[in-house]
C-alpha cells in the first residue's frame, strides 16, 4: 500500500508555514514555500517524494497518522522534524483538517509551526529546574555535615547518582599541584572504588596543563581522543572510559577536583560540565567551612587545657616557695634557711622561664620580635646551647654526644635566639629520654644550608602527631608521664624563630620507643665558605674512607639502613643519606663510584638529584641507578631520560643487584 503523505507546507511566512492538499491528502502543483524551506525541487517532492525531507526516525508514525486521519476525515495533529535546507532539522508543531463541498471532502488544509525554539527554551528551563531542584538537595543533605570526608563521601553519590554516572570521586590536591588524594569515593554496584593517593601528572599532559589552570578535562571517549602517553592508559586502568574532571583554582593553585567518570563512551553536555563544576565549588567551600570550624573548636579546647595547665605550672613553684618562706619566718638552723633559699632561687626560676615563654609567644604573634642579626659561628651557638642544658644532663643522667661543625661555618642569626632555639629543642630532648639516654648535637653543611640536629633515645613521637608537634600549646598524650610540667610552648617557639631567621624545622621519628630527631635548616651567611668535616645531619656512612665507596640515597630509614648492610655484605664501602641536600653534600666530599638514587625525596626529588650530581665535575664516571618503586615503560623512560644508568623496580632481587654491582665495579676506570 502506497503510504498517504505528510501535508507539505505552500507557503511559509517566518516559522509558520501554510498548506494545501488534494482530497486524498497528495501534494499537487507547485510548491515555492516548500522548496525554498526544504531545498527539495518539484520533482522530488511531488506525490509523497517529500516525505523525504522529514526525519527517518519520525517518518514512519507521522505518515501513519496522516494516512489514518485522511481516511476517517478527521483532523490531524502531529509533531515531527523537518529538514531544513542547509541541512538542519527544525521541530514542528502540524494542525490539519478537511475542507468540504456540497457535502464531501475536497481539499484538505493546516498550518506546520517551527516550535525549535520554544522547545528549547523549555528544555532549557527544565535543565534549569532540575539543577536548581539537585543542588537543593545536595546543601540540604550536606548541611549539618560536619566532618570532611562525610562531606566528600555525601556529595560524590549524590552527584554520580543525579549523573547515572559510574563513579564520582571529590579529590585534596596537595601544595605542590601534582599529588592528590581521593579519600572516598561513589561508585556504581560491581565497580572498584578509585580511593588513593595519585599524581596528576600521570595522567597525561592534557590533564596537568587544563587543571592546573582551572579548566575543565572533559573526555568523551578515552580511547578515541586519547593516547597511552596522553593519559589513556591510567584512565583504563581504573575503567574509565569517559570522564569529566573539573579543576578548582584558589589563589593560582590547584586546590581540589571533582572527577565523574563513566565505564563506557558517553557524550557529556554542557549542562552536565557546568554541575560538575559548581559541585566542586560548593563542596571545597563546604569542605574548608568545615575544616576551619573544626580548627577553631580545637583552638578552643587547647585554650581551656592551657589555662588549666597554666593554672597548675604555677601553682607547682608557688607552692614550695610559699613552705620555704614559712620555714625562713621560724628561723632554725642555717643549713636549713640555705635549703629553703635554694628552693625559692630554683623555683622563682622556673616561674621566670614560664612568663618568659608566654612574653616570647605573645611578642611574635604580634610582630614585635626583631631580630639582631651577627655573623655567627655554628659552633659557638651549639657549644652555648649545650652548656645552657648541662645541669638537666647531669641530673638526668644523659650522655650528650657534641658534634661540631668546621669553626667557618658562618650563620647571618641572633645569636641569643638562635642558642635560645638548640637549648628548646636540647630541654625537649632531655624531658622525654628516659634517665641514663643517649642525645646527640650536631652542626653541618648541606650546600649552602647550615644543618642542626638534636637526637635522642627517647620516647619517640607517633607518625600522626608529627605534623601537629610545632603546634601552640601542645602535649602529646603519650609523653603525659615525662613532661614534668610545661605549658607546649617550647616547640612552637622554635619553629617561630626558626622562621623568622627563614630556616625550617622538621621532625622523624619511627614512633613510640624509637627516639626523635629534629633537624634545624638555616641559610649560611653571605660568602662563607663553611663545610662540615663531617657526612651531613640525618646521613649515616662507614669509616671504610672516602676513595672508592658506593652512596646509598634513601629517605626510608629501615631501607636504607638494610641496603647499606647488603651492599657491605658484597664487599663495598657504602656512604648513605636521607635525602637530596645530603646526597650532594657526601657525593661533593668524596665522589663515589656508584649511586643508588631513590626516586620520591622528601623536598628534592631524585630527578633532581640526578640532575646535580651530572653537572659536577668530579662525577663524569658515576653511574646513577634509580631505585624506585615505579616500573612501568614510561618510567624507565623517565629515568633515562634524566640521566639514570640503569633502573632497579622496588623489591629487587639481591642477586641481581650484587651482579649489577661487581659489573660496574669492573667497568670502573682505573684510580
Not at 578552643?300 to 614559712?326: V, W
Not at 643522667?397 to 669553626?407: I, M, N
Not at 638562635?418 to 637549648?423: D, E, K, L, S, T
Not at 625525596?601 to 633532581?608: H, K
Request: hydrophobic share 40%; aromatic share 6%.
Amino acid at each position: 500500500m502506497t503510504a498517504i503523505p505528510i501535508p507539505p507546507p505552500v507557503a511559509l511566512v517566518d516559522s509558520f508555514i501554510v498548506w494545501k492538499t488534494s482530497a486524498q491528502g497528495l501534494l499537487e502543483g507547485d510548491n515555492p514555500g516548500w522548496a525554498r524551506f526544504t531545498g527539495q525541487t518539484r520533482e522530488q517532492y511531488a506525490g509523497d517524494g517529500w516525505l523525504q525531507a522529514l526525519h527517518p526516525d519520525d517518518r514512519a508514525e507521522a505518515a501513519e497518522r496522516w494516512r489514518a486521519a485522511v481516511q476517517a476525515g478527521a483532523p490531524y495533529e502531529g509533531r515531527y522534524r523537518l529538514r531544513r535546507h542547509d541541512g538542519s532539522y527544525r521541530h514542528v508543531a502540524c494542525l490539519a483538517g478537511p475542507l468540504f463541498e456540497g457535502g464531501r471532502i475536497t481539499a484538505w488544509a493546516g498550518v506546520c509551526n517551527d516550535i525549535t525554539h520554544s522547545l528549547q527554551a523549555d528544555a532549557k528551563r527544565h535543565a534549569i529546574e532540575e539543577r536548581l531542584s539537585f543542588l537543593d538537595e545536595l546543601g540540604e543533605a550536606t548541611r549539618h555535615l560536619s566532618d570532611p570526608e562525610t562531606v566528600m563521601s555525601t556529595v560524590a553519590r549524590l552527584l554520580g547518582e543525579h549523573l547515572r554516572a559510574t563513579r564520582c570521586a571529590y579529590a585534596d590536591v596537595e601544595p605542590d599541584g601534582n599529588r592528590f588524594t581521593i579519600r572516598n569515593d561513589w561508585s556504581a554496584a560491581g565497580v572498584d572504588s578509585s580511593a588513593g593517593v595519585y599524581e596528576l601528572e600521570r595522567f597525561g599532559p592534557q590533564a596537568t596543563f587544563n587543571l592546573r589552570r582551572g579548566q575543565h578535562l572533559v573526555v568523551h571517549d578515552v580511547d578515541a581522543e586519547l593516547g597511552d602517553e596522553a593519559g589513556g592508559r591510567m584512565f583504563n586502568a581504573i575503567g574509565i572510559q569517559a570522564i569529566i574532571c573539573a579543576g578548582l583554582v584558589k589563589g593560582q593553585r590547584l586546590v581540589a577536583m571533582m572527577a565523574v567518570h563513566q565505564s563506557t563512551p558517553r557524550h557529556w553536555t554542557d549542562d552536565d560540565i557546568a554541575l560538575v563544576a559548581e559541585v566542586v565549588e560548593r563542596c571545597w567551600t563546604h569542605i574548608e567551612r568545615v575544616r576551619d570550624s573544626a580548627k577553631l573548636r580545637e583552638q578552643d579546647r587547647r585554650k581551656d587545657e592551657f589555662l588549666a595547665t597554666l593554672a597548675h605550672e604555677l601553682r607547682n613553684p608557688l607552692a614550695p616557695i610559699r613552705y620555704a618562706l614559712a620555714l625562713l619566718r621560724r628561723g632554725g638552723d642555717a643549713l636549713r634557711q640555705q635549703q629553703a633559699l635554694d628552693v625559692v632561687d630554683r623555683q622563682s626560676a622556673h616561674l621566670t622561664r614560664l612568663v618568659d615563654d608566654l612574653l616570647e609567644v605573645s611578642r611574635i604573634n604580634r610582630g614585635l620580635i626583631h631580630l639582631q642579626r651577627t655573623r655567627i659561628a655554628l659552633a659557638a651557638v651549639l657549644e652555648q646551647a649545650a652548656e645552657t642544658v648541662a645541669p638537666q644532663l647531669q641530673a638526668a643522667g644523659h650522655r650528650l654526644t657534641l658534634s661540631l661543625p668546621a669553626p667557618d661555618v658562618l650563620v647571618e642569626a641572633d645569636a641569643t635566639r638562635m642558642v635560645q632555639v638548640v637549648a628548646n629543642l636540647l630541654h625537649n630532648a632531655i624531658k622525654y629520654t628516659p634517665d641514663a639516654g643517649q642525645i646527640q648535637l650536631a652542626g653541618a653543611v648541606s650546600q649552602d644550608q647550615a644543618v642542626i640536629e638534636v637526637a635522642d633515645s627517647g620516647v619517640g613521637i607517633p607518625p600522626e602527631d608529627q605534623e601537629r608537634l610545632f603546634d601552640l600549646f601542645t602535649q602529646l598524650p603519650h609523653t603525659a608521664g615525662r613532661a614534668q610540667g610545661g605549658l607546649g610552648i617550647g616547640l612552637s617557639l622554635v619553629k617561630s624563630l626558626v622562621d623568622l631567621h627563614g630556616g625550617q624545622v622538621r621532625v622523624h621519628s619511627k614512633g613510640l620507643g624509637h627516639g626523635s630527631r629534629f633537624i634545624v635548616h638555616l641559610p649560611l651567611a653571605p660568602g662563607a665558605q663553611g663545610a662540615s668535616p663531617g657526612p651531613e645531619a640525618g646521613a649515616e656512612a662507614t669509616q671504610a674512607g672516602d676513595a672508592g665507596h658506593i652512596l646509598v640515597v634513601e629517605d626510608n630509614e629501615d631501607g636504607r639502613e638494610l641496603l647499606v648492610a647488603l651492599l657491605e655484605e658484597f664487599g663495598h664501602a657504602v656512604r648513605a643519606a636521607a635525602d637530596g641536600p645530603q646526597a650532594l653534600a657526601l657525593a661533593r666530599q668524596a665522589a663515589p663510584w656508584l649511586v643508588l638514587l631513590d626516586i620520591g625525596l622528601p623536598g628534592m626529588d631524585g630527578y633532581e638529584v640526578a640532575r646535580r650530581l651530572r653537572q659536577e665535575a668530579g662525577l663524569a664516571h658515576t653511574t646513577i641507578v634509580a631505585v624506585t618503586g615505579w616500573g612501568a615503560p614510561q618510567d624507565r623512560e623517565r629515568t633515562a631520560a634524566a640521566g639514570f644508568d640503569a633502573h632497579f623496580t622496588k623489591p629487587f632481587d639481591p642477586d641481581a643487584l650484587e651482579h649489577f654491582v661487581q659489573q660496574v665495579a669492573r667497568q670502573r676506570p682505573a684510580a
